[in-house]
C-alpha cells in the first residue's frame, strides 16, 4: 500500500511523509533502512527532483550516490569532474543519519567533500556538522584544516570551526562504550585542544569562535601529537604534560588585543579562553592546580575560582582578599557556591556578592543578577543538591516551615471552599424538589437557608 500510494502521490505529499517517517527512524546495526529497497527503486524511476530530495532524506548511501551524481551539473565544461551537486538534494543527503551511520556508508560523502569544504553553504555546513552521525574524521580534518578542508580562505576555516566545534563527537566527548573509544574519540578532543596551539591569538574572528565554544566543551585534554613534537618517544609523566601544555597556551594567548582601550567589563575573547582554559585544570593534579592557582594573570586565576570543585572556607577568605570582584564575578558561575553541602560557604559568598560593587553602566549584568539567574538555575536541576535561595540556606527549618505554613493556609482555604460547594449542593437539589412540589412557603424557607450558608 505504501509503494502504491507514493508512485501516484504528488511530489509535495511524498517528500511530507518521507520526512516524518525519517525523523522517528532510529537506525540499529541490524536495521539500518529506514525505506525498503522497493519503494526507494519505484521512487528513483519517479525521477523527479522533488522525489529525489524526499528520498534523499531517509534512503541509503548507495542511492544517494546515485541522486547526487544525476541531479549534478558540470559547472566548467573545460574542467575534467568539476562537477557542482544540485544545492537542495545535497542538503537532503547531508541530514540523512542513516546514509551516514555506517563505516563504509560515508564514501559518497569522501567523493563531495571538498565541494561542501570550499562551496557549500551555511546550510550545508549545519547539515554536515549537526548530523548525529558524521564521521570523526570529517570533524578531524575540519578542526585541523587538513584533507578536504585544507587551504581554506580565514574566514572560511573561521566558519567551519564553529560548526564543527558544535557537532556530536565534539560535544559529547569521546564514548566510552564505543569500540573505537581511544582512537576516535580522544583524537577528535586532541584536534579540539590543539586549536590553542595553532590558532593565532590575534585573530579576533577565530578567537571569537574559540571563546564562544569552550564553555560548552567538555573536560580538558592535552593532544597527543603535541606531546610527541616535545617529548619524542620517551616515557613521560602526563601529569607534568598538563603542566607543561596549559604554561604553552596560557603564554600564548595572554594578549588582550587593544588592550589598553579595553575596560575590565569588556568582552575580550583572549580574556575568555585565559579564563575557561584554566577551569578545566583538572583537581586531581596539584602541580597544576599550583600552576594557575600561582598565575600573575588574574584571568588565569578567575578562571580557578570559576572551575574549583572543593575548597576550603579559608583558602577562599584569601582569594577574595586577592582578587576581589574578580573573584566573585567568576565564581558566581560554579555550582560549588550554590550546594547544600556547603552551607557555610554558601552564606560567606552570598555576602560577598551583595559587597561587590556594581558596574557604572546601568544596562551592564552586575554579579548580584548573575548570581540570582544561576541559583535559580541549578535548584531546577536537582532541588535536593542546591538551596533554592540564600534565605533557606541562612535559616533551612525557618525557611522550610514558613514554606510549609503558607501551604497549610492554602489547603485550609481549599477545605472550606470544598464545604461550602458541597452544601451549595445539597441546597440546590432540595430547592429542586421543592419547586417541583409547588410547596412556595418551603422555597422561601430554602432561599433563606440559602443566604445563611452564603454567609458560613
Not at 537506525?27 to 526507494?40: H, K, T
Not at 550545508?124 to 587538513?146: K, T, Y
Not at 601529569?239 to 567589563?265: H, I, M, P, Y
Not at 539567574?373 to 535561595?389: D, G, H, I, L, V
Amino acid at each position: 500500500m505504501e509503494i502504491e500510494y507514493l508512485a501516484a502521490a504528488p511530489a509535495h505529499d511524498v517528500l511530507t511523509y518521507l520526512d516524518k517517517k525519517g525523523s522517528s527512524h532510529q537506525p540499529s546495526f541490524f536495521d539500518r533502512q529506514c525505506v525498503s529497497e522497493s519503494l526507494e527503486n519505484c521512487l528513483l524511476a519517479r525521477n523527479e527532483r522533488l522525489v529525489d530530495i524526499a528520498l534523499a532524506l531517509v534512503c541509503r548511501a548507495e542511492v544517494i550516490e546515485q541522486i547526487l551524481a544525476r541531479r549534478a551539473t558540470n559547472s566548467d565544461s573545460s574542467v575534467e569532474g568539476s562537477l557542482e551537486p544540485d544545492a537542495s538534494v545535497m542538503i537532503a543527503a547531508l541530514t540523512n543519519s542513516t546514509a551516514l551511520s555506517f563505516i563504509f556508508a560515508s564514501k559518497w560523502l569522501m567523493k563531495w567533500m571538498p565541494w561542501i569544504a570550499r562551496n557549500g553553504s551555511t546550510e550545508h555546513l549545519q547539515a554536515l556538522f549537526f548530523n548525529p552521525n558524521v564521521p570523526n574524521e570529517v570533524v578531524d580534518h575540519a578542526l585541523s584544516g587538513s584533507g578536504a578542508f585544507e587551504g581554506l580562505s580565514q574566514d572560511r576555516r573561521r566558519e567551519v570551526v564553529y560548526y564543527a566545534l558544535r557537532s556530536k563527537p565534539v560535544a559529547n566527548g569521546p564514548d566510552e562504550k564505543s569500540h573505537d573509544y581511544d582512537a576516535a574519540g580522544h583524537h577528535t578532543q586532541g584536534c579540539v585542544w590543539n586549536l590553542f596551539i595553532t590558532v593565532d591569538p590575534h585573530d579576533q574572528g577565530m578567537a571569537g569562535v574559540l571563546a564562544d565554544a569552550l564553555p560548552k566543551l567538555p573536560g580538558f585534554d592535552v593532544p597527543y601529537e603535541w606531546v610527541r613534537s616535545i617529548n619524542g618517544d620517551k616515557k613521560t609523566d602526563w601529569k607534568e604534560d598538563q603542566v607543561k601544555f596549559l604554561q604553552v597556551v596560557l603564554d600564548r594567548w595572554c594578549t588582550d588585543v587593544d588592550g589598553s582601550k579595553n575596560s575590565a567589563r569588556d568582552w575580550i575573547p583572549q580574556r575568555i579562553i585565559r579564563e575557561m582554559i584554566a577551569s578545566r585544570v583538572p583537581s586531581y593534579n596539584e602541580a597544576a592546580r599550583k600552576f594557575v592557582l600561582d598565575h600573575p594573570d588574574v584571568y588565569v586565576r578567575r578562571g580557578y575560582y570559576r572551575g574549583l570543585s572543593r575548597e576550603t572556607l579559608e583558602n577562599l577568605k584569601r582569594y577574595f582578599e586577592r582578587d576581589g570582584s574578580d573573584f566573585c564575578e567568576s565564581a558566581v558561575h560554579n555550582p560549588f557556591f550554590y550546594e547544600r553541602s556547603n552551607r557555610e560557604i554558601v552564606l560567606w559568598f552570598a555576602q560577598r556578592i551583595r559587597e561587590c560593587d556594581p558596574p557604572k553602566d546601568e544596562y551592564a549584568d552586575t554579579p548580584g543578577g548573575t548570581y540570582v539567574e544561576r541559583q535559580e538555575e541549578f535548584f531546577k536541576q536537582s532541588p535536593a543538591k542546591y538551596f533554592e535561595s540564600r534565605w533557606e540556606a541562612e535559616d533551612p527549618v525557618g525557611y522550610a516551615a514558613s514554606k510549609r505554613e503558607g501551604a497549610d493556609e492554602m489547603e485550609g482555604l481549599d477545605q472550606r471552599e470544598r464545604m461550602f460547594h458541597e452544601k451549595l449542593n445539597e441546597l440546590s437539589a432540595t430547592v429542586r424538589d421543592v419547586v417541583q412540589s409547588r410547596n412556595w412557603l418551603t422555597v422561601g424557607l430554602a432561599v433563606a437557608a440559602g443566604f445563611l450558608v452564603a454567609k458560613l
